[in-house]
Nanobody, 126 residues
């Protein structure tokens, strides 16, 4: 089992940048594929980005491709989401999630993820 703790959220103006971090504790995070998922008020959780256990494979939602970058440092048990050119529609709670099954594969399906952090709020003002 792994526990996930997100940090780095906050308020930013449109066009700005933020970096989210997700610290994993418990079972070694390198045995999991990781993802970032967001949820805006009144909407369902939406896949944002994923990375496999080695960091060699990544995948992004079309809405963030070219603007967001997911990465991981297994020595630090930490996954990052670098966000640039932020837009008001990026406003949401951002969750870090871990997938134990076939960690060499990324997944865009939020139901594939076994463990979740509590989330961090990102608000982008126009």
């Amino acid at each position: 089992q792994v526990q996930l703790l997100e940090s780095g959220g906050g308020l930013v103006q449109a066009g700005g940048s933020l970096r989210l971090s997700c610290l994993a504790s418990g079972r070694t995070s390198s045995t999991y594929a990781m993802g970032w998922v967001r949820q805006a008020p009144g909407k369902e959780r939406q896949f944002v980005a994923a990375i496999n256990w080695s960091g060699g494979s990544t995948f992004y939602a079309d809405s963030v491709k070219g603007r967001f970058t997911i990465s991981r440092d297994n020595a630090k048990n930490t996954v990052y989401l670098q966000m640039k050119s932020l837009k008001p529609e990026d406003t949401a709670v951002y969750y870090c999630a871990a997938k134990g099954d076939r960690p060499y594969l990324t997944s865009t399906n939020v139901y594939d993820y076994d463990y979740w952090g509590k989330g961090t709020q990102i608000t982008v003002s126009s």
